[in-house]
Every structure is written in structure tokens, then in C-alpha cells.
């Protein structure tokens, strides 16, 4: 259950989803948090300042976060507002250099600089994808020519598989940013 402080207005949790990790990774945060979830279609301005606290949850998709030109166009509203930022990928929470090029590639160092950052694991399921990135997908998966028999360093190349690293007990560091006072 929230606990707010006289004054507070509480948070709001806005979401950009492809394949719905990210909307339930939302929905979820907005649980424990007595909070509401928006797709970042529906939320407006209005929405936005009615919060001291912004969630803001993005998918990741080609590299860069789906949410990056909303933030973008809603910065001078959100910059008065305490943020934290969820990115959703397929990219494993370990790999730092990968997740903070996706970060940097679709925020200024500004913005990222205002923001808590916590990366989280998604989904993939390649039957629900669209055509053109299943075929994508799969031509991906298969060895180079170039490349010998598999990867540059010589290991079988690895093909992309269907994996569902979702799980509630991953929301906990912004669950606990969230809670936290300045």
C-alpha cells in the first residue's frame, strides 16, 4: 500500500510495449505502488504534472528504447518531476555496456543524468512478431559464410531463441526507488 507524505501526488507509471513485458511489467509496478498505468499514447500533460513521480517503462526495439521521442517531447513537463526509467529488452541485465549504449543512443546525458535506470529482462516470443522481423530473425540465426563455421571466434554460431525472463521479483529496485524521499 503507498504511503504518501502530506503534499505528495503520488506517481504515475507510463509505458511504450511490444510484446507486453513491458505493459506488465507496468502493471505490476502500478500494484504495489496504489499507482495507474498509461500507454504513453494515452498519457497527457495533464497526467504527467499531476505526479511527483514519473515511471516511465520502454521497450527496447532495434536498439533503441520506443519511448525515446516521447521522453523527448515531454521533457520540459517530466524534467520537474522525479523519474525513474525501466528499459525492457531481450538483452540480459549483465551486459552494462550493451544496455547503456541503448540508454545513450536514445537520451541525452541530461536527461539520463535526472533519471534512477533500471534495465530488465523481457520476452521473445518469435511467433507473435511480424513477418519482416521473424524473417530478420531467422536469417540472423544463420551462419555467415564469412565467418567460418560460426561465430568470429570460431564457436557455432548461436541462434535466436524464444526465452520469458519476466518475472515480479525483478521490479523491486524501482519499487524501491519509487518509495524513496529526496
Known sequence: ???????????????????GST???????AEDLSA???????????DLEGADTVILGSAVRMGSL????????????L??????????????????????????KSLSPDMIERMTWVPLHGRLTISTLPLPLRLIMKAASRPRADAGKGSPDGSPAELIQEFDAVS????????KAARMRS
Open 1 to 19: 500500500m503507498k504511503q504518501e507524505q502530506p503534499g505528495s501526488k503520488g506517481a504515475l507509471v507510463v509505458y511504450a510495449s511490444k510484446q
Open 23 to 29: 505493459r506488465q511489467y507496468a502493471e505490476w509496478i
Open 36 to 46: 495507474r498505468a498509461v500507454p504513453f499514447t494515452q498519457a497527457r500533460p495533464a
Open 66 to 77: 520506443l519511448l525515446g521521442k516521447w521522453i523527448r517531447g515531454n521533457w520540459r513537463i
Open 79 to 104: 524534467s520537474a518531476r522525479r523519474l525513474i526509467l525501466f528499459s525492457v529488452s531481450a538483452t540480459p541485465p549483465g551486459d552494462e555496456k550493451t544496455l547503456r549504449e541503448t540508454l545513450e
Open 168 to 175: 515480479r521479483e525483478s521490479i523491486a529496485p524501482i519499487l
